[in-house]
């Protein structure tokens, strides 16, 4: 069992913990995710670790309150424990100098940016980041997504923060006025399907971190396969990060409805 040791709420519906995990904390890289579970009969809930402290053994996730399993996570406070965690699970992102890297969260999408955009600014490339969300009150992380950042760019549906439009909109900014060698987007599966859409009129190498649904982690289960260039890929095995140009997208968005009606019946 792993012991909470901080709890914030960034907003009404995301939370963060830092979690006691020493060997994880020691060992994690940018990308990698773990898969924990609230309950003897709870739901295994992959999330990727946001950052971690090695000297006080913890890491950090931040949770999107939206489900039955979410809001139990939700619901713990400091000096509770989570039943089981697992990890760090997952391919790491190749971290390496490459020159100029967009990066691009949506949402919650921006937790499991923030490593690996502090990871590509210490390996000396230059980084622009588009972080959006619908409002202001739903952008996290703005202050450490600056620190590592050469430039960020906010935007948001309503205009409450930054600028109003679509995560998109800031992205073809950047792709007009410079050279970016390669892109990583974060987020809700149909922002990725149009932000992968744009980078590859740029002929622009971008990666995309799948949200597929999963349960054990290891490949065996076979719950978060998703298609990649029109192959069957296993995201907690193969990925999370894929070659963003070549994700069926629609295929992934019509399996993480699957359980919509479950997940109805446990939240009434």
């Known amino acids: ?29 940018a990308g990698n995710f773990i898969i924990l579970r609230v309950g003897d009969k709870g739901e295994r809930v992959p ?11 913890t890491i950090r996730i931040v949770a999107q309150i939206v489900g039955a399993s979410s809001k139990k996570l939700a619901a713990l406070n400091v000096g509770d424990y989570i039943t089981d965690l697992v990890g760090p699970l997952g391919r790491p992102t190749d971290i390496h100098n ?3 890297i967009l990066a691009c969260g949506g949402g919650v999408g921006v937790a499991p940016l923030l490593p ?11 980084v622009v980041s588009v972080i959006a969300a619908r409002s202001e009150e739903l952008i996290i992380l703005k202050e450490e997504m600056e620190k590592w950042s050469d430039e960020l760019i906010i935007m948001t549906d309503d205009g409450s923060l930054g600028r109003k439009g679509l995560i998109t909109e800031g992205m073809k900014e950047v792709l007009e006025r410079e050279n970016v060698d390669e892109a990583i987007v974060i987020g809700p599966a149909i922002m990725m399907k149009f932000a992968a ?30 298609t ?41």
């Open 98 to 100: 490459v020159g100029t």
């Open 228 to 268: 990649v260039g029109g192959k069957t890929k296993f995201t907690c095995v193969d990925g999370p990060e894929f070659d963003a140009h070549q994700v069926d997208f629609d295929e992934m968005m019509i399996r993480l409805k699957s359980y919509v009606n479950e997940e109805k019946v446990l939240n009434d």
């Open 1 to 29: 069992m792993n012991k909470i040791i901080g709890k914030e709420y960034f907003s009404e519906k995301v939370v963060a913990f830092e979690i006691e995990a020493p060997l994880i904390a020691k060992s994690r890289k």
């Open 47 to 57: 999330l990727t670790i946001a950052g971690a402290d090695e000297k006080r053994g």
């Open 116 to 126: 690996i955009v502090e990871a590509f600014k210490k390996a000396g490339n230059r």
């Open 197 to 226: 859409q744009l980078t590859k009129e740029y002929d622009v190498p971008t990666q995309a971190s799948l949200n597929a649904m999963m349960v054990d982690g290891t490949g065996m289960c076979g719950a978060c396969r998703v």
